[in-house]
Every structure is written in C-alpha cells, then in structure tokens.
C-alpha cells in the first residue's frame, strides 16, 4: 500500500521567508511523487514531480524538492515566500507500473503568507 | 486552450433529490477521474474512467454513479443514497508523460451543498 502524510495543516511565514512543507511517503517500490497546489475554489495544479530521474526537482513558482529515500521525504521548499504563493498544497504518490496507476493524497497543507 | 470544464460550479440540493455534475475535457485523455474533497481529508477518489464505456470504481463509489459515452465526457450523478454529499468535486484526466508517470489535470471543481 502506498500512503503520503503531510506534517502540518498549517503553515505560516511571513513574506521573504523560507517556504518549507514536508512530506513524508510509504511505499513498497520506489515511487512517483508529486506536489500540487490549489488555489480557494479552484482545482489542483500540479506544482512539480519526481520520477527518478534527479533527487533534486524544480518546479514553478520558484518551488522545488528534493527526494530522499533514506528519510522517505519530499519536502517542499522555496527560498522566498510571496503573497501569491498562499494556497493549499498536496503532496501526492502513485507507483510506476503498467495500466492504471492510482494516485494517493495526502490531507494538504495551507500556506499563509503574513505581510 | 485545452482543459478540463466542470459545471456548474455550485450546486444546491434538497435532501432525496439526485443531481448530476458535467466533466467535459478537451484534452484527448483516455482516462478520467472523480474526486471528492473534503476539509483536512485530502483528495479521495469516487470513479474512474479508463477508455470509453469502462469505469471503476475508487474508494468511496457508494451512492454516486456515473457514465462513459464519450471521450470527452464523464459526468457523475450524486444519488439519494449518497448519505452526506455536501463537499467540492473534483474532475481530472490523465496524462501518460515519457518517464511513465501518470500526471493529472483538473477542472476547477463544483460545490454541491445539500440543504
């Protein structure tokens, strides 16, 4: 069984601080993980992903994160927070495998950005 | 632009009535989904769709159902058994990229309150 938990349903910065959200994943080979991000009322756009092609992934926005099997993470950072960045984020995983690969949530993040 | 079209966006129902949320994608995806969101729960998964007049379904299909005629269409029906359907619905297809991970797109949802 595959699983993601997101530490923290809340998280506050102020603006020009370091953004960190964690993620922590359980799988049983190695996976594809993902982060999305949702703005009020609107779908999930996915931020960035990792498919073992480098540890270290960039996304958009100015998000990146870095995949670590020995801690089983991938949290996300980025340097800088801006008032834009406030939304909800999801880390997800699936697993590579032929035909249909269901795709696992964890409960989501909340990012407040504090001018 | 291609996308994936949700209406309507919000929805009010009387306890006993069944309603149906449109999905309409423009993509050319093989392989829809339905989500439910619900705060502090993630996303769960309702059905899913992987070519035209298939579909399974996900975590928690008890009192919804749905269709797949079309490519391009996949609408769910929120039935009278649906025992608290109050939540936002989320419709994605999905993409294949070259590392093989599966990679979803979503409508921007609609809000179904149960008065």
Request: aromatic content about 12%.
């Amino acid at each position: 069984a595959q699983s993601v938990t997101q530490l923290g349903s809340h998280v506050s910065v102020s603006e020009g601080a370091l953004v960190l959200l964690r993620c922590n994943y359980s799988s049983s080979v190695p996976p594809y993980l993902f982060w999305y991000v949702q703005y009020p009322n609107q779908g999930l756009q996915l931020l960035l992903k990792y498919t073992s092609a480098a540890t270290l992934v960039k996304g958009i926005n100015g998000f990146e994160a870095e995949f670590k099997k020995s801690e089983t993470s991938f949290h996300l950072t980025k340097p800088s927070a801006h008032m834009s960045d406030a939304a909800e984020y999801f880390c997800a995983v699936s697993h590579p495998s032929g035909g249909y690969q269901k795709v696992t949530f964890g409960t989501g993040t909340k990012l407040q950005v504090i001018p | 632009d291609g996308g994936i079209t949700q209406s309507p966006k919000y929805l009010f129902r009387k306890e006993g009535q069944n309603v149906t949320l449109s999905c309409e994608q423009n993509l050319n995806h093989d392989a829809m989904y339905w989500y439910r969101q619900d705060p502090g729960q993630g996303l769960r998964l309702i059905y899913y769709s992987q070519i035209v007049n298939d579909f399974q379904k996900g975590d928690i299909a008890e009192g919804y159902s749905v269709s797949r005629e079309k490519k391009e269409s996949f609408p769910l029906t929120v039935t009278s058994a649906q025992k608290n359907p109050t939540a936002f619905y989320l419709c994605a297809s999905k993409r294949t990229d070259s590392s093989g991970a599966n990679v979803l797109t979503f409508g921007a949802g609609s809000r179904l309150t149960v008065l």
